[in-house]
């Protein structure tokens, strides 16, 4: 069982920049595909960004594109989500969610992730 672990949540003015951390709650061996989904009260959660074991590739939803980054740093076992040029329709819960062992066909869908962190609350002021 791996529990995922976000950090980085607060509040900010718009235009402004967050920078999330994801890490598991203890040291893990295994690298895994990561995910960032994010949900707020009266809406379903929908895909922000992900990005594959290695590093190699990245996926964005269009609505973050040119405004988020998704990276890892494996050696620290830690997935971030760099936030720029905050809206208030970005105010949402963040979820971090990791693959297991099995091949991911897509990487927007939520059931393709085996393991999810507990949210960090992301709010935008206007």
């Known amino acids: 069982q791996v529990l995922l672990v976000e950090s980085g949540g607060g509040v900010v003015q718009a235009g402004g920049s967050l920078r999330l951390s994801c890490a598991p709650a203890e040291r893990t061996g295994t690298n895994y595909a990561m995910g960032w989904f994010r949900q707020t009260p009266g809406k379903e959660r929908e895909f922000v960004t992900a990005?594959?074991?290695?590093?190699?590739?990245?996926y964005y939803a269009d609505f973050v594109k040119g405004r988020f980054t998704i990276s890892r740093d494996n050696a620290k076992n830690t997935v971030y989500l760099q936030m720029n040029s905050l809206k208030p329709e970005d105010t949402a819960v963040y979820y971090c969610?990791?693959?297991?062992?099995?091949?991911?066909?897509?990487?927007?869908?939520?059931?393709?992730?085996?393991?999810w962190g507990q949210g960090t609350q992301v709010t935008v002021s206007s």
């Open positions: 969610a990791a693959g297991g062992l099995h091949y991911i066909r897509n990487y927007e869908a939520d059931y393709e992730y085996d393991y």
């Open positions: 990005i594959t074991w290695s590093g190699d590739k990245t």
